[in-house]
């Protein structure tokens, strides 16, 4: 089974820090996205990587930026938190070629407060 | 930008009634996926239908897509209480990996 793991469900910071947000996959998928869920607004990209030190701007980059060092791993970073970053975040990966392609597996969300 | 909007919101049922979801797009798809979330997850594919496809089969789902129409349904048949989730449909018009979700509908099954 794809497994995707975020490193925190639940994290309380406040405005002006630095936070990381963690996406580990372990299916060798070369395709990783990280996305914000708010009540009424469905899910909306953030950032997407498609091959390590790889990354395309999403919908709502604004106030984020990622890394890819290594295949596996993408972190979503808040540079300055502020309130209106309070979401949901779920990361997700998918592979870039086979019967799979646009098939995505999300890990299981980082709940986000920011105060 | 949000692709694929469904409908509707919100959908209450008995368990045992079938449940019918709608997901509208506007461009042109390569195919379309359907994912669930339970309350407070992340989504769990379901299914994908490619678009030179109009029907497929999972167990006790059903989707078709209408390409002329730019629109899929998502019917879960003899639901339980245990499909209570909210289902998202998702467009993907290229191969290039990225797809686009929509609102997503809420559906309650009461026992």
């Known amino acids: 089974d794809v497994k995707v793991t975020q490193s925190s469900r639940y994290l309380v910071k406040r405005t002006g820090e630095k936070v990381f947000l963690e996406c580990v996959q372990d299916m060798d998928h070369e395709n990783m996205f990280w996305y914000r869920q708010d009540p009424g607004l469905g899910l909306r990209l953030i950032y997407f990587s498609y091959d390590v030190k790889m990354k395309e701007k999403g919908d709502i980059p604004e106030g984020y930026s990622v890394s890819r060092e290594k295949k596996e791993r993408f972190s979503l970073i808040l540079e300055s938190a502020s309130t209106n970053q309070t979401s949901m975040y779920l990361c997700?990966?998918?592979?870039?070629?086979?019967?799979?392609?646009?098939?995505?597996?999300f890990g299981a969300g980082t709940r986000l407060s920011v105060l | 930008s949000q692709q694929g909007e469904e409908d509707p919101q919100a959908l209450s049922i008995q368990e045992g009634e079938n449940a019918t979801m709608n997901c509208s797009y506007k461009t042109s798809i390569n195919n379309l996926q359907w994912y669930r979330q339970n309350s407070g997850r992340g989504l769990v594919h379901l299914i994908l239908?490619?678009?030179?496809?109009r029907e497929k089969h999972s167990g006790r789902l059903r989707v078709t897509l209408d390409t002329s129409k730019k629109s899929s349904s998502l019917l879960i048949t003899a639901s339980r209480a245990a499909d209570t989730a909210s289902y998202f449909c998702a467009t993907a018009s290229t191969n290039a990996g990225k797809s686009t979700f929509g609102d997503g509908t809420t559906l309650t099954v009461k026992p």
């Open positions: 997700a990966s998918s592979p870039w070629t086979g019967d799979d392609k646009n098939i995505q597996y």
């Open positions: 239908i490619r678009s030179n496809e």
